[in-house]
Structure formats: structure tokens, C-alpha cells
């Protein structure tokens, strides 16, 4: 199927069979659509944890507005981003690409330099609000990746930022939680949304053509 029928088929999934699970196979196909996400300056600044245990989950449930999509799907996808630029973050990325594309050290500095200069004139918040924007083209690739592999899944904002970074001790690694995306097989039989119709602003509206 092509993309945007692979979007007209995906629905915000309200309730998952909790039977049946995602193949690691398509897991990681997955996690590969949102590792190669492009983002700012190629900082691939956010990270993807995938939530599988089952005791883990449990202590998440209260903090988060879909609980029984967090019990009863098959994954759990927490998309997290950088608390802050540092300047240690910002050179180890663009180590690892001079390095992977036999480049001289340093080929970027001037480069760095100024994204660095431009970073420590702002604040943690700004930078966290910065990097969350991010994460979400790699939220949005692994929803479409998810579709072409007819797996259901429903992006999540709804829930309890803290619980979720404490619970998963996010601060020890230097990042924050931005969304959720709970992913698995529908239940027919309780996901009142899947039978309906798809509903967006007609075409004429969407597009603002500038001529």
C-alpha cells in the first residue's frame, strides 16, 4: 500500500488485544524509522525507550490518561528528549561523523562553534523545548512505519511528565520524557474508533496556496 493509504487506514487506537504481541522483527523496523529521523543540526537529540515489563508499566498506569492502552498493548514507546545542549553532546555527534565518514577531527568546528555560542545563550528550558520539537519527526516515522506494517498505535501527550521520567529515572540520563506511543493489535470489539470514518479539514481549507 502506498503512504497516504497507510495513513487513511491508521486510527488513534482506543483499545489493544492484549494477546497479541508486535514481532521483534517489526519492532525494530520500527525504532529504525525513528532512529533515522532527521533533526536540527543532525543532533539526534532525543532517544526512544522501549517499555516491555510488565511491573514497570504498572507503575506508570496512574500518570497516564489511556491506562488500559498502557497495560494492554504490546509496546510501550517513550519518546525522550535532551534536558539541555552541552557543548560535550554537541561534539560527540559531530565526532562520531567526521569518524563513520573518514572526515579530519575538527572538520566542523567552525560549525559547532556557533551552535555552541548559540546554545549557551539560552536557557535549559528553551533548550529541552527545542529538542522536544525533535523527537516528534521521530514519533511521526514510527507511526507511519507502524501503519505499513498494519500495526495499531496511539500517540499519547496525556500523561504525567514526572512519574514517567522518575519512573524510568530519565534525569540519570540526561533526559526528559516528551510523548508516549502505545502500540500493538486493536481490539475490534472495544476500539470504538475503529469503525468510524476519518474526519479532516477538506483539502481547499488545509492547503493555503501562495501564488
Avoid at 502500540?183 to 475490534?188: A, I, Q
Wanted: with cysteine; proline share 4%; net charge negative.
Amino acid at each position: 500500500m502506498s503512504l497516504i493509504e497507510n495513513l487513511n487506514w491508521r486510527h488513534a487506537t482506543k483499545a489493544y488485544d492484549p494477546t497479541k504481541k508486535v514481532s521483534e522483527e517489526d519492532l525494530q523496523k520500527i525504532l529504525e524509522a525513528a532512529r533515522l529521523a532527521p533533526t536540527s543540526s543532525g543532533l539526534q537529540q532525543f532517544r526512544v525507550l522501549v517499555v516491555e515489563n510488565p511491573a514497570i508499566r504498572a507503575q506508570l498506569v496512574d500518570g497516564s490518561l489511556n491506562p488500559e492502552c498502557m497495560v494492554e498493548c504490546s509496546h510501550v514507546l517513550v519518546f525522550a528528549a535532551w534536558n539541555e545542549y552541552t557543548p560535550e553532546r554537541i561534539d560527540a555527534i559531530y565526532d562520531r561523523t567526521t569518524e563513520e565518514r573518514d572526515l579530519p577531527q575538527g572538520r566542523f568546528n567552525s560549525y559547532t562553534d556557533k551552535i555552541k555560542e548559540m546554545y549557551g545563550n539560552q536557557s535549559k528550558e528553551a533548550h529541552f523545548n527545542h529538542a522536544a520539537k525533535q523527537s516528534y519527526i521521530g514519533l511521526v516515522l514510527a507511526m507511519a512505519q507502524a501503519a505499513e506494517l498494519k500495526i495499531d498505535t496511539t500517540p499519547a501527550e496525556g500523561f504525567d511528565n514526572k512519574r514517567i521520567d522518575d519512573v524510568l529515572e530519565l534525569e540519570k540520563r540526561g533526559l526528559k520524557s516528551v510523548t508516549l506511543l502505545y502500540m500493538g493489535y486493536s481490539d475490534k470489539q472495544r476500539d470504538w474508533l475503529s469503525t468510524m470514518k476519518k474526519v479532516r479539514n477538506p483539502m481547499e481549507e488545509f492547503a493555503i496556496r501562495i501564488k
